[in-house]
């Protein structure tokens, strides 16, 4: 049967009841398209000159089983292959249309679904533990390469006034009794040794009143008893 057009002979055909590939056309919808119902049971609105040139025959259905019976002479079977620490296990259960992925154990324990051709380019080689763990390692790294003299603020042995008082208040624990004269009372940490400056030697700091600390950092104002 020849379709003619609306606009070449001034009539439009109805195509309602006719069949085109696996649509049956139901109704007009108006401006040239028709409501179709496809063999699968899915119903939409198709441009008439698609459906009268062959251009649409099904909801979609047809060109996935047709590429569905396509894909088995293709498909590379990774069964048992081993992609670095992927070990292949079987084809998973997932929509063709979505590409073939395969079902694989890590070394580490963990099942994950990688695309074939992600395994066949080394683009995935774990389930993401590795990269994981390189990120720890650079993390570690950096901070490793950031301590001591590798640091950027680093001014040799000496701590700054402020930064040596927080430094010593981390690591050694007050008692609020003074060591030079014995009260307890508010204290402070003061280093011994005024030559050394603000050194990374805790033995140096010990724990003073505020009167014997301003003695030791040699106030004038403050007289030696």
Same mark, same amino acid.
């Given at each position: 049967?020849?379709?003619? @057009?609306?606009?070449?002979?001034?009539?439009?055909?109805?195509?309602?009841?006719?069949?085109?590939?696996?649509?049956?056309?139901?109704?007009?919808?108006?401006?040239?398209?028709?409501?179709?119902?496809?063999?699968?049971?899915?119903?939409?609105?198709?441009?008439?000159?698609?459906?009268?040139?062959?251009?649409?025959?099904?909801?979609?259905?047809?060109?996935?089983?047709?590429?569905?019976?396509?894909?088995?002479?293709?498909?590379?079977?990774?069964?048992?292959?081993?992609?670095?620490?992927?070990?292949?296990?079987?084809?998973?259960?997932?929509?063709?249309?979505?590409?073939?992925?395969?079902?694989?154990?890590?070394?580490?324990?963990?099942?994950?679904?990688?695309?074939?051709?992600?395994?066949?380019?080394?683009?995935?080689?774990? @389930?993401? @533990?590795?990269?994981?763990?390189?990120?720890?390692?650079?993390?570690?790294?950096?901070?490793?390469?950031?301590?001591?003299?590798?640091?950027?603020?680093?001014?040799?042995?000496?701590?700054?006034?402020?930064?040596?008082?927080?430094?010593?208040?981390?690591?050694?624990?007050?008692?609020?009794?003074?060591?030079? @004269?014995?009260?307890?009372?508010?204290?402070?940490?003061?280093?011994?040794?005024?030559?050394?400056?603000?050194?990374?030697?805790?033995?140096?700091?010990?724990?003073?009143?505020?009167?014997?600390?301003?003695?030791?950092?040699?106030?004038?104002?403050?007289?030696?008893?």
């Amino acid at each position: 049967m020849v379709w003619y @057009c609306a606009s070449s002979m001034g009539k439009r055909i109805d195509m309602t009841g006719h069949r085109f590939g696996r649509w049956l056309v139901v109704s007009y919808a108006g401006d040239g398209i028709w409501n179709c119902r496809c063999d699968c049971g899915n119903e939409a609105p198709v441009i008439g000159a698609n459906l009268r040139n062959g251009r649409s025959q099904s909801c979609g259905c047809l060109g996935r089983e047709k590429l569905k019976e396509q894909r088995p002479a293709t498909l590379i079977d990774e069964t048992g292959n081993r992609y670095d620490r992927l070990l292949v296990l079987r084809r998973a259960d997932r929509d063709p249309s979505e590409g073939v992925y395969w079902e694989c154990q890590c070394d580490c324990g963990n099942l994950t679904e990688v695309r074939g051709k992600l395994l066949r380019s080394g683009h995935t080689t774990s @389930c993401g @533990c590795k990269r994981k763990e390189t990120s720890a390692k650079t993390l570690s790294a950096v901070a490793s390469a950031q301590t001591g003299e590798n640091h950027p603020r680093w001014k040799g042995d000496d701590l700054s006034y402020t930064y040596a008082h927080v430094w010593v208040a981390r690591h050694k624990e007050k008692t609020g009794v003074c060591e030079i @004269c014995g009260e307890r009372r508010y204290t402070e940490w003061a280093n011994r040794h005024p030559d050394r400056r603000h050194s990374r030697n805790l033995d140096d700091y010990i724990e003073v009143c505020k009167p014997h600390h301003m003695l030791l950092d040699g106030h004038p104002w403050v007289k030696r008893k």
